[in-house]
């Protein structure tokens, strides 16, 4: 057996109490991962568990808000303990920013009218709090075997398809927070793969596509499982597989 399959995967997702995440751990868990539940209510990340642990899996939870260091660092410390490393780790928590409101149909996030701190706190989620939770467990994974990090961007971070005349944007608002702050964590992806190379981790960013969940008021036409199917796919790769990559179900996605 190879030293990458000799033990049995250990995979953390934030903001898996929901939605996406959610759906995330439970295909990672019937692929055989155990699975380690960040929520910022450890009652909601608890009961995820209890879920995942009621199909036969192994499953637990940590209270993780990825804007607050205290739980970050305290949730590395857990799985440290528990775990002694980390094999897969999954930034999937994000915002919106305009609550249930879909980013490219929200008039708050339109550029010249926007909150300015409405922007800061959408990018203290869904990037700052990326690095912060990164860094963090970044240790645990230098002691896995098989280094897999999946960042949850969207098509609305594609630069690409925005300025698109016949892209899947033109008829939708533009978004100074949400939209700017998925392309900022693409961005932010190839500099940790491009840092992390070196040392076997594969690096990548993925876009769910549009899944009916809280965050777009339940108006995407994916289900969970769909969405998540990018996802766990890059968040199991063989070492061969790519890194610094961006892609969708149907293949990569442009810059
Ligand atoms: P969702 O159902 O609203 O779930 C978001 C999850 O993130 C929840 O568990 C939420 O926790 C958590 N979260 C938010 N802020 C957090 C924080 N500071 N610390 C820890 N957890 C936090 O939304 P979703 O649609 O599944 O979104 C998941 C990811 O997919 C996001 O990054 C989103 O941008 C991305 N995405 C979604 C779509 C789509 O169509 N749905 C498309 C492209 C990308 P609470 O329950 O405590 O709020």
Redesign the pocket.
Known sequence: MSEESAHQKVALV????????RGVAEQLSAEGMTVVI????PL?GEEAAAALRASGGEAYSVT????DQVTVREAAKQVGERFGRLDVLIN?????GSGHVSPQDAHDQVPSSVDLDMVRAVFE??VF?VIAVTNAMLPLLRRSPARRVVN???HAASLALTVDPDGPFTALLPSAAYSPS?SALTALTVQYAKELQQDGFLVNVA?????D????NHT?FLTIAQ?ATVVVRLATLGADGPTAGFFSEEGPVPW
């Not at 969940?213 to 777009?216: E, G």
């Open positions: 934030t903001g898996a109490n929901k939605g996406i995440g960040g929520a910022r209510d909601r993780l808000d990825v804007t999937n928590a994000g915002i919106t989620t869904n709090g949850v961007s969207s998925k876009a769910p596509g549009f899944v969940t809280d965050s777009n995407g969405g």
